[in-house]
């Protein structure tokens, strides 16, 4: 059954262009505004910032009128509206969400968010995922979240690191909660703490003290992209002139 979760008020430009900004949107971009309205929020995406856009609306009334602006931005080109329930829409080429609904619709809304392509930015018009909390909120008069889907991280991995001539057997353990996420690591069997540990998006970084070389101790910097079962990326061991660096890949041993 379709129904209006959420009556209809426009977002204030400002804000507009505050989500959007805080969105990083840019050229490459293809924006879903979830009950466009009458599409402020994909015009503007597409007029100042280059990018695709889709309204969709469940109010046949507010599409005529978003589609009416889009044809006065002389933007319809990149820009088209749909009457849709927006738990209907097709989510999946969305890199950036835009939201101004209720709490309840966006909890409802959340799982499904939280399933799509790992990077997908969302910002929201004043209301939030619960404890899902934002990776970034910004108040310039009205309060602007924004999200960025996280990958799946957690579980044990293992990885062996090409740094001769010692060979070092990386195991890591990780905890998440969205992209909140935190990890233990044996190097060589010994139990090693693990720094800075941050996942944005797929892209996961953290630092290992490497003692495997007891004259010359170093930090291992690990930056890699999470897909799957594989984690791939760069690790540097050292700094400046003592900085090396090698490919590093770790697979999923167990979930
Ligand atoms: C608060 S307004 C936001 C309009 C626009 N996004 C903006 O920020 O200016 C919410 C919009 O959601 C639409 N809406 C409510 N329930 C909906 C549903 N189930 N599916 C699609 N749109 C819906 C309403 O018609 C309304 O236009």
């Keep these: 059954m379709r129904t209006r979760e959420v009556p209809y008020v426009a977002t204030p430009q400002v804000t507009v262009d505050e989500m959007l900004r805080l969105a990083g949107v840019g050229p490459e971009d293809f924006v ?26 469940i109010d046949w009334r507010l599409v005529s009128q978003a ?25 999946g080429q969305a890199t950036v969400i835009t939201t101004y609904l ?29 404890d899902w909390r934002p990776d970034r ?3 310039i008069r009205k309060d602007v979240f924004l999200w960025i889907v996280p990958a799946q991280a957690a579980g044990r991995w293992q990885a062996r690191l090409e740094m001769p001539p010692i060979e070092r057997l990386l195991e890591l353990e990780i905890k998440q909660r969205y992209q ?5 690591a044996r190097l060589n069997g010994v139990p090693s703490q ?9 892209r996961l970084s953290f630092v290992v003290v490497d003692t495997t070389d007891r004259d010359n101790e170093a930090s291992f910097y690990f930056d890699g992209r999470v897909s799957g079962d594989v984690i791939e990326g760069e690790l540097a061991r050292g700094v400046g002139a003592g900085r090396s660096v090698t490919r590093w890949r770790a697979v999923k041993v167990d979930r």
């Design 32 to 57: 879903i505004d979830l009950g466009s309205g009458d599409g402020r929020i994909v015009v503007t995406a597409v007029k100042k910032f280059g990018a695709r856009g889709l309204g969709v609306d």
């Design 67 to 91: 589609e009416e602006n889009a044809r006065q931005a002389g933007v319809t080109d990149r820009a088209r509206f749909l009457e849709q329930d927006l738990f209907q829409a097709d989510l």
């Design 102 to 130: 209720l709490p309840f619709v966006m909890l409802k809304l959340r799982p499904r968010v939280l399933a799509l392509k790992p990077g997908t930015r969302i910002v929201s018009h004043d209301f939030d995922f619960g």
């Design 137 to 139: 909120k910004t108040s």
């Design 180 to 184: 909140e996420v935190s990890a233990h």
């Design 194 to 202: 693990v720094w800075e540990t941050k996942l944005v998006g797929d």
